[in-house]
């Protein structure tokens, strides 16, 4: 393969020409929302044949989607509040992306749940049949041992060689479990836009719904200002925490998970996740993931997000102070402010229960609802980034029902996405490891593009700032290919650099630089 698959490229001459051409057409499905749900939507119907237009008032993955834990995970929590139907669909999807959709974006990782003082036995005890019943989920699920290694008990000794900065004392060893781990969850994001693409979706970003029909909509287009009228057959609302402001009766009632971010060194050494309890909460986990790229990210709260909804949601002192606090609890030499690096926060699209509801975000349902207004506007709310791909297959169902579109079932169970292959095909890949992890297949396509000269040269495989692990191919191939139409695209979505502000600013002159020379002429 000397090129992208065919039609999966995006770039700011395609946004051109196919918004241009829009309001000439009449599309089968209209979908607003480019997070997760929402490219998954727009993949699901235009893998059935159907004609799709999908849009975003900003770009591939800027709300809820890019703010995740980065985990594809089974549900456990669910199983332990009883959601046993929801923790069997998340165990299920798991399986989906982890060894058909997207196995080079999902591995497995392992988590340790130190036994220290503060956990009681019964609660280990209880913990480690909690972790049996999940493993009975993914053989359920028909996830192999070989994807996904079982549970097991760990000594002391195993536990401070996995993560050597637990405190030893009264360490009476640990618990290992293992869940799906994305490289990336706006990558995944693009990938599901990409490959919708390929099979001639219009994915077009910088484009506002101003009000939303059954039969289309009013747009605007954000780098003009021009408004354009978008007519269609059936609309699906996959807007997130803002689907409430495009339709009405739709009533949410978000949540916000925080996260902090610490350098791999800050950890001295840890190679495994954490789980570490949080107290009075029977079945709660603060999580510490390591990243990969020289960042560790621990989360997440469960706060109520009442009020306006911000474009990106701010992390409270109170909410930073939690985590280090939580995470503290188990550490030789706690973490202190001055460690954070970053932060950031995501707001969950919960739907509201009404006055008759659960008081806490927390106890609120994980499960996705599917939304039909009286004009016909199928909103999909609710659910988590695990099943993104179920919720996308229900909601153009359900679009598909009402209007009586001519489509079969859904077939994205088994439909890779640009990249994928198997464990052994990506293994034996000729690239840097980095863009195997987060490009698959594609890895090679990038190695050339820096040994082109019109592509930028071989300074394109150095990294973008001294220090950090992201390359310069990687933005000029976010621009040719992935969508990217200024530098915030580049270093917040396409890559995470901005994640941390000095690296963000450090990066900055390099993305901005790049931007003219990367695109296709």
């Known amino acids: 393969m000397t090129a992208p698959p065919p039609g999966t490229s995006l770039n700011a001459a395609r946004r051109e020409r196919e918004l241009a051409a829009l309001p000439d057409e009449v599309v089968d499905v209209l979908v607003v929302g480019l997070g997760a749900t929402g490219a998954g939507a727009a993949l699901d119907a235009a893998s059935r044949g159907l004609s799709v237009a999908a849009i975003d008032a900003r770009d591939l993955a800027f709300g809820t989607s890019r703010w995740s834990s980065k985990l594809i995970h089974g549900g456990l929590r669910y199983l332990a509040s009883g959601q046993v139907d929801v923790a069997h669909e998340s165990a299920v999807e798991r399986g989906v992306l982890m060894r058909f959709t997207a196995p080079h974006l999902v591995r497995a990782l392992p988590f340790v749940m130190p036994l220290t003082p503060l956990v009681p036995r019964t609660r280990a005890a209880a913990t480690l049949a909690a972790y049996r019943a999940g493993d009975a989920l993914r053989l359920a699920a028909r996830t192999p041992r070989s994807v996904l290694p079982g549970p097991r008990r760990l000594s002391a000794v195993e536990t401070l060689r996995l993560a050597p900065a637990l405190r030893p004392y009264g360490l ?122 020289g960042r560790v990210y621990v989360g997440l709260t469960d706060e109520p997000a009442d009020g306006p909804i911000p474009d990106v949601p701010e992390p409270t002192d109170g909410e930073i102070g939690f985590l280090l606090d939580i ?52 909103t999909i709310v609710g659910g988590k980034l695990t099943t993104y791909r179920r919720m996308a297959r229900d909601a153009v169902d359900a679009a598909v029902r009402a209007r009586g579109l001519a489509a079969g079932p859904s077939g994205t169970a088994r439909l890779p996405l640009v990249g994928a292959a198997s464990r052994d095909r990506l293994d034996a890949l000729d690239a840097p490891a980095r863009l195997v992890q987060r490009y698959g297949t594609e890895a090679p396509l990038l190695t050339a593009l820096a040994a082109d000269a019109d592509g930028g040269g071989p300074a394109l495989l150095e990294p973008v700032v001294p220090g950090l692990p992201v390359l310069g191919v990687e933005l000029a191939w976010a ?43």
Do not use: C, K, Y
């Open 172 to 293: 009476r060893g640990g618990l290992l479990s293992w869940d799906g781990q994305l490289a990336d969850d706006a990558r995944l994001v693009t990938a599901l836009a990409r490959t919708a693409a390929g099979h001639g979706a219009r994915i077009l970003t910088r484009v506002r719904a101003v009000a939303l029909a059954g039969d289309g909509a009013l747009v605007r287009d954000e780098l003009t200002g021009r408004e354009h009228t978008v007519r269609a057959r059936s609309v699906v609302n996959a807007a997130g925490v803002w689907a409430g402001g495009l339709v009405d009766g739709v009533r949410l009632r978000p949540s916000r998970g925080t996260h902090i971010v610490v350098r791999a060194e800050t950890l001295r050494g840890l190679t495994a996740g954490l789980q570490i309890p949080v107290p009075g909460a029977a079945s709660r986990f603060m999580l510490v993931m390591p990243q990969g790229d």
């Open 327 to 378: 995470l503290g609890s188990a550490l030789d030499v706690p973490v202190r402010r001055a460690d954070v690096i970053g932060a950031f926060a995501g707001l969950r699209p919960l739907l509201d229960a009404g006055p008759g509801g659960s008081a806490s975000t927390a106890d609120i349902s994980r499960r996705h609802a599917v939304l039909t207004s009286r004009d016909g506007v199928v």
């Open 479 to 521: 621009v040719r290919h992935e969508g990217a139409l200024d530098a915030d695209d580049l270093l917040d979505r396409r890559t995470r650099i901005g994640l941390v502000a000095a690296d963000r600013a450090a990066a900055l002159p390099a993305a901005e630089a790049l931007l003219p020379r990367a695109a296709l002429r």
